[in-house]
Structure formats: C-alpha cells, structure tokens
C-alpha cells in the first residue's frame, strides 16, 4: 500500500457540505490544504436554498443592508488571504443546475473547486452561463445529465442528510456530530481536532443549559 493510501487510512473522516452559491465556499475550498493532513474530507453539494426553507431563514443576501456588508466583507477577506475575487454580475444566482451537474460527476473535489472559481473567481455566473461552466468541466451532456432522475434524487438525498445532522448554513464541515460552520471556524476545528473532548468541557456543556428567552416565529 502507498504512504498515500496509508495517510487517507489513517486521517479522521469528515463532510464539507458546499453549495457554489456562497463566496465563502470559495474561500474554503482554498483552506482545505491546512486540513487535508488531518482529515479525509469528503464534499457533499448541498442546495442551501432548502436549508434556509427548513429553517425559516433568509439568505444574507435577502437583507438590503446585510448583502452590501458580506460582498465588501468577502473582498476584504479575498484580499487578506490572497486570492483572487470577482463576483458574478448578479447574486445570488439559481446553483441547482451546477449542483445537480457536481452531483451527476460524483461530487469530484476538482469540479467542486472549478464551479467555486467559475463564480467568484472568474465572475462567472453559472446559471445564465451554465454552457460555458460545463465546458470548464470538459461535460458535453450536462443539460441530459441534470435532468436524470438519480441525480436530483441524489442531490436531494445529501441535503436531507445535511438538514439530519442540524446543518443550517454552507459551507460547514461535520464530523463527529459537530458542524463547523464558516471558514471563520478551521481554527476552532483545528483545535478540536487536538482536543477531542472540547465538547465536554464543563464550559461547552453549560452552553447547551441556557434557556430559551424570547423567540420570534418566521413570518
């Protein structure tokens, strides 16, 4: 066996649900060097759309104010990290075509990377452009393959497995029952992955005793 084989043996196994509609997938996708030594990810496209529906929530780019703060925050963090940005000429786009395409690919990590980048590198947008996204990909049948059943059946299966394990936004890594929620989050990952008992420590556990105060209803 390879020192490769060996190494994905041996790593701990997580999930990174992703949708190419979030920038912050981007910036992610971009930061799974510093993990790939520790875990064996496995990327899992996932319609965020329907984890807002299940939650009753709205996108940050459904509030007026909270969408011009996450853009300019999103060419901040480009720019801190180094990474080349552009935003697509409008947002947020319609992914279930790209996604249904990932997942009719079999969620490849590459082809998962190059939609990100389609999007928010070249400022592509991958639903009015959705030809040219599949030439990217080198798919020649891609409008036949996001209608094959299996695939929307899958693409549906791996949200719902999102939505069991409590994922309420993208991109979020899962592992041991844990969601790690954001880019802003390797860090903390990271040192969970030292400390495997962060999560029952007395001060993690009285975070799960305090009582619910006011709570509004979706309208």
């Not at 007026?64 to 925050?73: G, V």
């Not at 059946?153 to 029952?177: K, R």
């Amino acid at each position: 066996m390879s020192d490769q084989s060996n190494l994905s043996r041996l790593r701990r196994k997580a999930q990174l649900f992703i949708d190419p509609i979030s920038p912050y997938a981007y910036f992610y996708l971009h930061q799974l060097h510093r993990l790939d030594p520790l875990l064996d990810i496995e990327l899992r496209p996932i319609l965020f759309g329907a984890l807002l529906a299940h939650w009753g929530q709205l996108g940050p780019a459904e509030i007026a104010s909270k969408r011009k703060h996450t853009y300019q925050h999103c060419v901040w963090l480009a720019s801190r990290l180094g990474l080349p940005f552009r935003m697509p000429p409008r947002h947020p786009f319609n992914p279930l075509a790209a996604l249904r395409l990932l997942v009719s690919m079999g969620n490849p990590r590459e082809a998962i990377i190059a939609t990100s980048a389609f999007a928010f590198e070249r400022g592509r947008d991958p639903e009015l452009d959705f030809a040219g996204l599949c030439q990217v990909l080198g798919i020649e049948d891609g409008a036949q393959r996001i209608q094959d059943s299996q695939v929307k059946q899958t693409l549906q299966a791996q949200t719902q497995q999102a939505l069991d394990a409590a994922v309420f936004g993208v991109p979020t890594l899962l592992i041991d029952g844990h969601c790690f929620w954001g880019v802003d989050t390797i860090d903390w990952l990271i040192d969970y992955l030292n400390d495997p008992a962060m999560f029952q420590g007395s001060d993690m556990a009285s975070i799960e005793a305090v009582a619910w105060g006011v709570r509004r209803k979706p309208s």
